[in-house]
C-alpha cells in the first residue's frame, strides 16, 4: 500500500494568509486528489492533481482560491490562499497507486483560520 | 445528481452486538461503491469496495457489506462489534465519468460509539 505524509500536520493561521499543504507519497501513483472536511462534515472534492499540467477542480473550487502543482508522480502541493475562517477544515491527500485500484488517503492536514 | 446518503448521523452499539450501518446512493450506471473509516486523529482507512461480481464484499476487521441494486444500498455490517470500532464511517462512491478508483462521493458519515 502507498505510504503518504502531509506536511504540516496542522497549523492556525491569520486571516489573509496563505498556506501551502504538502503531500509526498513513497512511490509513483497514477493519480492524486485533495480533498476538503469541514467541521463536522463529510470529504469533498477540491480538485484532481494532474502532472504536469494544471489541475482539474470540481465545481465551486478555484484556481485562484487553491492553486495546486504536481511536479512530479510522487508529491503534490495545495495551497489555501487569502484565507478566512470558513476555510478552516481538514484537507486531505489521496491517491491511486500504478498498480492498484485502491484510493488511499493522507493523514491530513488540520488547518485552523483566525 | 450523484448522491451518497447515510441515514444514521450517530450509532451507539454494546461490544460484542451486532452493528449494520446504512448506505444509499444515487447513480446511473453500476456504481463504485466504498466504506472508509477514520478514526480519531487518523486517515481515512478502506474497509471493503464493491466493483462488479459478488454481490457481498469481505473487507478488513471482520468487516462485510452487501451490494442490492433494487434498493439502491451498501449496507455495511459486523457480526460482534470490538471497542476498538468505534469511529466515523464513510460510505463512497465512485463519481460517473472517472475510473473505478478516481473521484469519490462521500455519505455525510455515521458516528460509531460502542458501549462497553
Known amino acids: 500500500s502507498a505510504v503518504i505524509s502531509q506536511k504540516p500536520s496542522r497549523d492556525i493561521c491569520q486571516r489573509g494568509t496563505s498556506l501551502t499543504i504538502q503531500c509526498q507519497v513513497d512511490?509513483?501513483?497514477?493519480?492524486m486528489f485533495w480533498y476538503r472536511q469541514q467541521p463536522g462534515q463529510s470529504l469533498t472534492l477540491i480538485a484532481t492533481?494532474?502532472?504536469?499540467?494544471?489541475?482539474?477542480?470540481e465545481s465551486g473550487f478555484v484556481i485562484d482560491k487553491f492553486p495546486i502543482s504536481r511536479p512530479n508522480l510522487t508529491f503534490s502541493t495545495l495551497t489555501v490562499s487569502n484565507m478566512s475562517p470558513e476555510d478552516s477544515s481538514i484537507y486531505l491527500c489521496?491517491?491511486?497507486?500504478?498498480?492498484?485500484?485502491?484510493?488511499?488517503f493522507g493523514p491530513g492536514t488540520r488547518l485552523t483560520v483566525l | 445528481a450523484q448522491s451518497v446518503t447515510q441515514p444514521d448521523i450517530h450509532i451507539t452499539v454494546s461490544e460484542g452486538a451486532s452493528l449494520e450501518l446504512r448506505c444509499n446512493y444515487s447513480y446511473g450506471a453500476t456504481p463504485y461503491l466504498f466504506w472508509y473509516v477514520q478514526s480519531p486523529g487518523q486517515g481515512l482507512q478502506l474497509l471493503l469496495k464493491y466493483f462488479s461480481g459478488d454481490t457481498l464484499v469481505q473487507g478488513i476487521k471482520g468487516f462485510e457489506a452487501e451490494f442490492k441494486r433494487s434498493q439502491s444500498s451498501f449496507n455495511l455490517r459486523k457480526p460482534s462489534v470490538h471497542w476498538s470500532d468505534a469511529a466515523e464511517y464513510f460510505c463512497?462512491?465512485?463519481?460517473?465519468?472517472?475510473?473505478?478508483?478516481?473521484?469519490?462521493?462521500f455519505g455525510q458519515g455515521t458516528t460509531l460509539q460502542v458501549k462497553p
Open positions: 492533481a494532474n502532472q504536469g499540467s494544471e489541475a482539474t477542480y
Open positions: 463512497a462512491v465512485g463519481a460517473e465519468g472517472s475510473s473505478n478508483t478516481g473521484k469519490l462521493i
Open positions: 489521496s491517491v491511486v497507486g500504478r498498480h492498484t485500484d485502491t484510493q488511499y
Open positions: 512511490s509513483q501513483v497514477t493519480m
